[in-house]
């Protein structure tokens, strides 16, 4: 890997980076989805860094190219996000009905039914 290619990446990797960052600063995303994300720009940038280390796992895993590794471990960690989102979405659909339930016997003992126009 030429060392242009290199700075290339590792802008790429920073201004990543930065940009999850400002989205945790601003609140604007919460630290348990940005993480992984986090994660992988490290990961990134240590492959970056070290490219020998994919050569690594694609020996010990027996994959005959760099490339196909990377596809490989974007496709496990894709996978991992989707399932995590799907547990969330889970729970959060789970909340709502729950809240749902809730508010429909609140309004029926009260008699009230919601918010009133004027």
């Known amino acids: ?11 790429i990797w920073i201004r990543v980076l930065l940009f ?6 601003t609140k604007k995303a919460d630290i348990r989805y940005v993480l992984p994300w986090i994660l992988l720009d490290a ?3 240590v492959i970056t860094a070290f490219p020998g280390i994919l050569t690594f796992f694609c020996a010990l895993f027996g994959i005959e190219t760099p490339s196909n590794m990377l596809f490989f471990f974007g496709l496990v960690f894709l996978a991992m996000i989707v399932f995590s989102m799907t547990i969330v979405i889970s729970k959060q659909n789970a909340q709502i009905r729950d809240l749902t339930q809730r508010l429909a016997l609140h309004e029926d003992r009260t008699g009230n039914s919601g918010p009133q126009e004027k």
């Not at 242009?4 to 990446?9: A, D, E, Q, T």
């Not at 999850?20 to 600063?25: A, G, Q, T």
């Open 1 to 11: 890997m030429s060392i242009r290619l290199k700075i290339f990446l590792f802008v």
């Open 20 to 25: 999850l960052f400002l989205k945790l600063k």
């Open 43 to 45: 990961a990134m940038m």
